[in-house]
Every structure is written in C-alpha cells, then in structure tokens.
C-alpha cells in the first residue's frame, strides 16, 4: 500500500511517499481501507518532535510511530475474529494512532464508530481529534451551561469552528476572536459576538465570561483574568509550538501555582478518544448542529504540503487529506 513514511524529526521534507506492507489486523482489530484523514497540530508535534522536553512521549531518539495521522474515516475491509460492532463494507470514522496516512490502518474496534451519514469521508476525516476536544472543553472542563458567557479565542480553527457550534447547542452565549478574513465564517457557524483580533483587544473589553476556552495561547494568565467573572474558568487548550523545549510548560505552571489562590479556575487538559464520545458527536452531526468546516484538501502524497499549510498557524477549520 501507499504511505507517508517517517523515520527522523524535523520539517515536513522528512516526509516520504512509499509503498509499504498492508497491515494484518489481529483479533480485536479492524482493517479499514482509509478514504480521507486531517491534519492537527498533535500530528504536527510527532512531526517535529517539539518540544523536546515530550520526546520521551513521542519517541526519544525518533518517532515511535512510523505512519503518522490520527484522525482516518474509511470502509472496513476486514475484521479479526473478536471484533463485534462493524463488518466489512461498514463506513465508520475515529481516531488512531495506529497511523492513517496511508491506504489501509489497522485500528482497534473501540476507536471505530459508524461514519455520520450526512458527511462525506473529508467532511468525517475533520472531526475525531479536533471535535472530542471540542466537546470535553465545553462540557467537561468547561461544564457549560444555558445562558452562559464563553469566549473562544482561535474560533476559527480546526477545534474552534467546533467549540463555537458545541457551545451554542449547550445553549451558552459564544463570542469568537478571529483574524479579519474569518469574521463572517466564525458568524454563520453560530457565534452570536465575533471579535477581529487585528482590530480590537478581547482582554481589554469590559464584558466577562464564565469560560475562556484559549486555542492560541497569546495573551498573558493576567490578561485572560481580566475578562473572567470571578469564578470563571480560563481553559488552556494550545501546545505554543514557538518554545521548542518547553511548549506550553511554563505557561501552564504559572498558572497551577496561582489556580489554588484565587477564585476563578486556571486550567488545562488533554483530550482522550473515547467510544461514547465519538458517538456523542455523531449525534450533534446528524442532528444537524454540529457541521466540519473543510478549509481545503491534499492527496495522499501531497501530506508534506498540507503540514506546510497547517504549520502558518491560520487554517480555517480543518486541512484534510484525500486517499
Ligand atoms: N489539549 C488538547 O487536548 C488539544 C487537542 C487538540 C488541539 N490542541 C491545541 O489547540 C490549539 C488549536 O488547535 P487547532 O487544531 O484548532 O489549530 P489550528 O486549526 O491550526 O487553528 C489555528 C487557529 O489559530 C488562530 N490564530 C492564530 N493566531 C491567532 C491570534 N493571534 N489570535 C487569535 N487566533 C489566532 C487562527 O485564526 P486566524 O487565521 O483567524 O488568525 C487559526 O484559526 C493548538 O495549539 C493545538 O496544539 C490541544
């Protein structure tokens, strides 16, 4: 089969075009035949192996995972013998990290759910990662509720464009920070306020918020407090990609060191894959409240390009691959 080979950290010129074995699922796997998959800055750290300080997570002297991708919807071609829920022909979407730039993945049952059926394969390929992020930010972390005030800066972007509709389902009031090119976008997905960063400082309006959900990270702990009521909650949700050891470390140890003393929630969290909540997005899909915005598609070996693309930090909505 085709792939995207990796086999050293750095830029995406690392990246290689090359035909590989097919994968052979074992009992509880599934064997998909992957139609389409995205890019996240998550990809992106693998990548790189940035920060430095994650390498034992990525993998010390080199990428752990060969075939980089998460995110893959697909067909299912076939199944181990311990595999229940899907069967061969099945259109079926999730997460990974078996590796899904490539024509086939073998991925575990549980990371499997029916594709939505209103959605092509890109449109699906766009959701897994970027939306249980989206959906945890705003109802675990966040625990949002009707009538609530949240800001999402980074509205625009692959877990933006889905906060802003998860937000507006959970019945919050949503105002999106966005450059000026994604003003309009960031409307019609639902946010009721849209604040143009070039233009105007979120932090310095007069207006509180129950939830900062903060995609970007730009703007310093004391900044983001000004605009939380006083037990609102700042949700750290970016990895700072510009601090090549640490990423968003020190950041984030600031802010646990000063959370315990003051009355508003300073927090962070990583997003988990999980069964029920690939299923909890499907609903809100083929409910018609949660749509994917596509910002634009590569072929398969074109993978190197999409990361060039992703890496200027201005995707609006999610960069997918075709395969
Ligand atoms: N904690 C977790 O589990 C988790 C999971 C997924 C992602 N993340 C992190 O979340 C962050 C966002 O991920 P993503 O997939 O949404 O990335 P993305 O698709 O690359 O989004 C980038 C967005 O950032 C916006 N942006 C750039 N500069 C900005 C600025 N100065 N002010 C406001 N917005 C600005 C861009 O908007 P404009 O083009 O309009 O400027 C763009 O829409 C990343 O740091 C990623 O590592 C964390």
Redo the contacts with the bound molecule.
Sequence with gaps: MKAIIIDRYGKPDVLRFEEVDKPVPDDHEVLVRVRASSV???DWHYLTGLPKLFRPAFGVFRPKYRILGADLAGQVEAIGKDVTRVRPGDEVYGQTTAGTYAEYATVAEAELAPKPVNLTFEQAAAVP??GF?ALQAIRDQGKVQPGQKVLI??A?????TLAVQIARSFGAEVTG???T??VDMVRSIGANHVID?TRDDFTSSSQLYNLVLD????RSLSEYRRILEPKGTYLA????PENRWLGPLWFLARMSVLSPFVGQKLT????KPTTEDLHALTELIEAGTLTPVVDRAYPLREVPDAFRY?ER????G?VVITI
């Design positions: 996240n800055p998550y990662l970027a992020t800066n980074g625009s972007g692959g877990v933006g920070v966005c450059s090119s994604n960063y995609n970007v990270g730009n949700c970016h990895g700072q962070a969290f990583v997003a992703l930090w201005h995707a609006r999610k």
